[in-house]
Nanobody, 117 residues
Framework: QVQLVESGGGLVQAGGSLRLSCAAS????????MGWFRQAPGKQREVVAT???????NYADSVKGRFTIARDNAKNTVYLQMNSLTPEDTAVYYC???????????WGQGAQVTVSS
């Protein structure tokens, strides 16, 4: 099995920055792509950013130019740098890992990010 543990969430004022980290352990060989998803109250979970094993990244339109995803394969860790945060970014952020078929099977416990206006 794969374990994913997020850290770095918290409360920040609008315009501020936060960095989320996600450390993977266990059967790391099962992991291919990594991603960050979020779920705001009353809304469905949505993809924020994904990154392939080779480092190719994709972003949701709502975060392009503000968020950056990165991964350190040697440390089995993926990061999400979030800048210029707005209250609309308030959500629980989940780290996820995909298997080699591309299905996001592995999930962390979630990290709360709250942006105050």
């Amino acid at each position: 099995q794969v374990q994913l543990v997020e850290s770095g969430g918290g409360l920040v004022q609008a315009g501020g920055s936060l960095r989320l980290s996600c450390a993977a352990s266990g059967s790391i060989f099962r992991l291919n792509g990594m991603g960050w998803f979020r779920q705001a109250p009353g809304k469905q979970r949505e993809v924020v950013a994904t990154i392939s094993k080779s480092g190719s990244a994709n972003y949701a339109d709502s975060v392009k130019g503000r968020f950056t995803i990165a991964r350190d394969n040697a440390k089995n860790t993926v990061y999400l740098q979030m800048n210029s945060l707005t209250p609309e970014d308030t959500a629980v952020y989940y780290c996820s890992g995909s298997n080699w078929k591309g299905t996001y099977d592995y999930w962390g416990q979630g990290a709360q990010v709250t942006v105050s206006s």
